[in-house]
């Protein structure tokens, strides 16, 4: 089977009645999950990009407060489970000032949980991969966005 383009998608889209949509839609969100989360985000969450950030900040803080520190394999295990959901998040959104917003809120999280990011080179990589995603998403950002968010950039080193 062919997968059809994003074009052509839409133009197919465009040529349905209200109620098809809404059936493709909700076959769509029946088999998977993710797809669901999406649809969920747009639906109620996407008018209020502050309470949604603040939302995943708190699913941050369940991450670390959940996290096993008896290890550094531990540690490193439950800080990729916490980045994969922000990620998963911050594509929903699909704005830069959230990804920074979140990265940054992660980034100063790992931190101040007194975990010894230069003990394992495995946790400083993936730190340092964040900074420099925070970096490439802040230059992308409105200069006053970016005078805000430069000094808690600064602040992690």
Known sequence: MKTASL????????????PEVIALCMRLAKYKRENKELLTYLLFEANDEEGYVDGIKAEI???FEGMNRSNL???KKSLRKTLRIANKYIKYSGSKQTEVEILLYLCKKLRSAGVSIE????????????IQRIKKALSTLHEDLQYDYKDDLEALG
Not at 119 to 130: A, D, E, F, G, M
């Open 119 to 130: 003990k394992s080179p495995v946790i400083h990589n993936l730190y340092q991969r964040q």
């Open 73 to 75: 394999y531990f540690v």
């Open 61 to 63: 803080d369940l991450g």
């Open 7 to 18: 074009s052509e998608l839409k133009t197919e889209l465009t040529s349905l009645k209200t």
